[in-house]
């Protein structure tokens, strides 16, 4: 986030992940409150664990339906924190 800001390129959160994706839930990352975010614990957007390619039968289409949603919001790029592998 550090560096966005010195670019001064915009961020926002997206709470509880896809979830809040889906719900169209973003806060704004003001870098005056979160410049030392790196040096806590936890995460101030939340978790959740829902998967928006779950029980669908395109994963092609639910791709192309997202992609909307980015363009709803005004997002130009995701940078995902976090997370497990499977």
């Not at 957007?45 to 709803?72: C, D, H, I, M, Q």
């Amino acid at each position: 986030m550090l560096k966005a800001y010195d670019a001064g390129i915009e961020c926002i959160g997206i709470l509880k992940g896809w979830k809040g994706f889906l719900e169209n839930k973003t806060i704004p990352l003001d870098i005056a409150e979160h410049d030392d975010l790196h040096t806590v614990g936890g995460t101030i957007l939340y978790t959740s664990r829902t998967n928006p390619f779950k029980g669908v039968n395109s994963k092609e289409e639910k791709a192309k339906e997202l992609a909307k949603k980015f363009e709803e919001l005004g997002i130009d790029a995701l940078i995902a924190i976090g997370g497990v592998l499977k």
